[in-house]
């Protein structure tokens, strides 16, 4: 993970961005102290799809159960 200051990033934004679509990810540092991430989007969208796939496929591997519906669709609005 490499470290660059904010002024550093505002200054050479494009390659920052050059280098995190390579794979790279960043800090940046704001008076010295880290105030954000900059990676790759894929590896955030992947920790968030992967709960949501394990969920599906358990669900998906339960058996359907069959109840009678006991209320009408006006009371569910109660």
Same mark, same amino acid.
């Given at each position: 993970?490499? $470290?660059?200051?904010?002024?550093?990033?505002? +200054?050479?934004?494009?390659?920052?961005?050059? *280098?995190?679509?390579?794979?790279?990810?960043?800090?940046? /540092?704001?008076?010295? +102290?880290?105030?954000?991430?900059?990676?790759? $989007?894929?590896? *955030?969208?992947?920790?968030?799809?992967?709960?949501? +796939?394990?969920? /599906?496929?358990?669900?998906?591997? +339960?058996?359907? $159960? *069959?109840?009678?519906?006991?209320?009408?669709?006006? *009371? /569910?609005?109660?």
């Amino acid at each position: 993970m490499a $470290v660059v200051s904010a002024a550093e990033a505002n +200054r050479s934004f494009s390659q920052v961005l050059r *280098e995190v679509a390579a794979g790279e990810t960043f800090t940046v /540092l704001s008076r010295g +102290r880290p105030v954000a991430t900059i990676s790759p $989007v894929g590896l *955030e969208l992947e920790a968030y799809r992967a709960p949501p +796939r394990a969920l /599906l496929a358990r669900l998906a591997s +339960r058996p359907v $159960v *069959e109840q009678p519906c006991i209320w009408t669709r006006d *009371e /569910l609005y109660d």
